[in-house]
C-alpha cells in the first residue's frame, strides 16, 4: 500500500486528537506532539517495510580488502574462479586527479612512463594503460599508429611553451632528480630546466619535454611552494 508523507501527517493528526488535542489551530506544545506522533507513525512504517519486504534490500556483498603497498591479495568465487590483486602505489592525499590521453604504441608508453619517468603500473588492458604519476592516476590510450599530439604554441617569460601540456609541480630535489633521470635516458628537452619569473613572487623552474607519442609534458618546481596561484600585476613587456 503507497503510503505518502501526507497520509502519514494526517494519521499522526488524527492519533494526536484522539488523545485529547485540540481540534483547532496547533499551539506550539500541540505541534510538538503532533511531531512526536508523525515521528513514531514514520518509525512504525519504515519497520514495517523492512519486515515485509526483505528481497528488496541490496545484497550484502563481501568488501574487499584493504591493501597496502605491494601486498597482493586473492579472491575465489563459487565456481572456483579467483581473482589476484596487488597494489604498487598509494593514491595522493586529498583528491588526487584523472588525466587521460592518447597514445600510438602502448609498449613505448610502458618504457616511457613505467621505466623512464619511474610510474608504477595499476590496472591495464590491451588497449590503454594505467600508471600512478606521484599518486595521480594517468591513463595511456591506444588510438592508432598514426597519432601524434599536434603542437600549438604559447610565449610565456620569453619560451615557446608547446600547448597541450600535463605534468606536475614538484619539490625542488624531485624536481633535479627527475632531470637527472631524463638526462640518462637521452630525453631531448623541449625547454630545459629553466629558472623562470626569476625575482617575482611566481619564480619556478620548469621544464618541458615530449612522451613517445609526441604529448606535451611539463614538471616545475616554486620557489615558494605556497605562491602556486599567487596573483600579482606584471609591466605590460
Known amino acids: 500500500?503507497?503510503?505518502?508523507?501526507?497520509?502519514?501527517?494526517?494519521?499522526?493528526?488524527?492519533?494526536?486528537?484522539?488523545r485529547g488535542g485540540s481540534p483547532g489551530p496547533l499551539r506550539f506544545f500541540d505541534r510538538h506532539q503532533a511531531?512526536?506522533?508523525?515521528?513514531?507513525?514514520?518509525?512504525?512504517?519504515?519497520?514495517?517495510i523492512l519486515r515485509l519486504a526483505p528481497s528488496r534490500r541490496p545484497p550484502t556483498r563481501p568488501c574487499p580488502p584493504i591493501l597496502q603497498r605491494g601486498q597482493r591479495s586473492f579472491s575465489a568465487t563459487e565456481g572456483g574462479e579467483g581473482?589476484?590483486?596487488?597494489?604498487?602505489a598509494m593514491p595522493a592525499p586529498g583528491s588526487p586527479f584523472h588525466h587521460a590521453f592518447p597514445v600510438h604504441n602502448l609498449d613505448a608508453a610502458k618504457h616511457f612512463?613505467?621505466?623512464?619517468?619511474?610510474?608504477?603500473e595499476g590496472r591495464s588492458s590491451a588497449k590503454w594503460q594505467d600508471y600512478s604519476l606521484h599518486g595521480h592516476q594517468i591513463v595511456c590510450?591506444?588510438?592508432?599508429?598514426d597519432y601524434r599530439c599536434p603542437d600549438f604554441y604559447n610565449p610565456v617569460d620569453g619560451d615557446e611553451v608547446p600547448v597541450p601540456h600535463f605534468g606536475l609541480a614538484l619539490?625542488?630535489?624531485?624536481?633535479?632528480?627527475?632531470?637527472?633521470?631524463?638526462?640518462?635516458?637521452?630525453?631531448?628537452?623541449?625547454?630545459?630546466?629553466?629558472?623562470?619569473?626569476?625575482g617575482k613572487p611566481g619564480e619556478q623552474w620548469t621544464m618541458f619535454f615530449k612522451d613517445p607519442s609526441g604529448n606535451n609534458?611539463?614538471?616545475?618546481?616554486?620557489?615558494?611552494?605556497?605562491?602556486?596561484?599567487?596573483?600579482?600585476?606584471?609591466?605590460?613587456?
Open 217 to 237: 609534458l611539463e614538471f616545475k618546481t616554486m620557489s615558494h611552494p605556497e605562491n602556486l596561484f599567487i596573483k600579482y600585476n606584471e609591466p605590460p613587456r
Open 35 to 48: 511531531q512526536r506522533s508523525l515521528c513514531t507513525s514514520l518509525e512504525s512504517y519504515s519497520a514495517g
Open 1 to 18: 500500500q503507497k503510503v505518502t508523507m501526507t497520509t502519514m501527517w494526517r494519521r499522526a493528526h488524527s492519533s494526536f486528537l484522539l
Open 113 to 120: 612512463y613505467g621505466e623512464v619517468l619511474g610510474c608504477a
Open 141 to 145: 590510450h591506444w588510438v592508432g599508429e
Open 171 to 198: 619539490t625542488k630535489e624531485q624536481f633535479f632528480e627527475l632531470a637527472e633521470r631524463l638526462k640518462k635516458h637521452g630525453i631531448n628537452f623541449i625547454i630545459p630546466p629553466t629558472l623562470r619569473f626569476e
Open 83 to 88: 581473482t589476484e590483486a596487488v597494489l604498487e
